[in-house]
């Protein structure tokens, strides 16, 4: 039985030539795989490097990204400081105007200054001197160098009012001759050359004339006729007939002048020859005693 | 301690001497003193020592050109800056006064600040 059966069955077992085939192709198949992975291990290596290479390259070029940012950073930071450095410069150059402005203002200012000054002295100075003596020739000697030296008049006369025969008598000249000069009679409507009649008018109306802009040497009538007046009254006229040739035109403070030589010369004068007629008497206490606040006249009421 | 400076003002006016040494009150440090002519000036130049000297040229006695004249020739004052002041405006009275030792020529009627820059120019005050 068990040999029918043993006949009958089919040996599961390869041949041995089969077996040697299965062999061989099984280590043909395991060299092939470790072969392949080997390639494949190799590939991944070389793919690893390359891909190492190339993380490199973006690192070494984000690092150079990083700094031309940076450095862009740094040249925006700059312009920014070069802006404000402007807006400084700008300020600063504003300030430097505003100062430089103000200090021409201050200096036209300190010179106007110095100009009044000047001719506050100048004004001191003439109105001192005509007052400094009660002698008649001291005072027309300071009344001829004022206008001499202060005015800068060349020809000129000094006309006083003779009320008793209605003229005017001029006491003092230059550049013209005293003698020849003669009196010129005032309020009874004669006739005269035009520069008596200037005179005359400058008494008789009591407003100087005084010729602005260029004063020139052949003029004929008065560059100025300054009427001397006390209380108001015109007692005399100061004619300037010519100015020195470096002095082409009155001035500011020529025009000061004329103001006070108004006012001051005809008191100074007519002082002067009122204390010359009283032999130099000062008068006597007594005219002053009557005098006191209650007598003054009263100055008129504010408007 | 700023300098002090010594000037001499010869002129016979006292109206315009009272003005120049207004004027002249205006430059810091100055001393002036007075000369009412010439030979008064000359006197007072005599055993002192004067920075700068301004005068008159129409004065009695000894007038403005001749104490120019005199001046230049004293060993202490030969080198003093001497502006003169007067009423001639000729250039020919300005050629006079400079050849015989002038420095500068002022006519009158003076400006105060033309007498101060002068005076200050011929010092060599900057302020």
Known sequence: MMDKKAKGRRSDRPPVDLAAQLKLQRDSFVSTFFKKGAEFTEELVAENDR???????????NASLRTQLASDEAIRDLLRKIEELEREKQALLSHVHEAEAYSTQFTSRHAQ????????????????????TMRLPLVVRHLRELLQQLVGARAYAIYVADDARGELVAIA???????????I?????????DAQAAVERAFVTGIAHVEEGPIHDDRVSPAACLPMTIDDRAVGVIAIYALLPQKGAFVAVDFELFKMLGRHAGSALVGAELFAAADGRIPGVGVFQGLSTSNFPKSAPAA | MSAEYTCLVVEDSPMMRQLL??????????????????????????GNNYDIILTDINMPI???????KRVRTDPVHKDTPIVVITTEGSDEDRQRAIALGANAYITKPIQAPQVIAKVKELLKITT
């Open chain 2, 62 to 68: 000894m007038d403005g050109l001749k104490l120019v």
């Open chain 1, 113 to 132: 200054v110095e100009e009044e000054l000047a001719n506050l002295a100048n004004l001191h100075v003439a109105s001192y001197h005509l007052h400094s």
């Open chain 2, 21 to 46: 040494v207004f004027a002249l009150s205006r430059v810091k440090n100055l001393r002036v003193t007075e000369a009412d002519d010439g030979v008064d000036g000359l006197r007072k130049l005599a």
């Open chain 1, 51 to 61: 891909l190492r290479g190339a993380m490199a390259d973006l690192e070494r070029e």
């Open chain 1, 173 to 183: 000249a230059e550049g013209r001759d005293v003698v020849q000069l003669t009196a």
């Open chain 1, 185 to 193: 009679p005032y309020g009874a409507g004669e006739t005269h050359d």
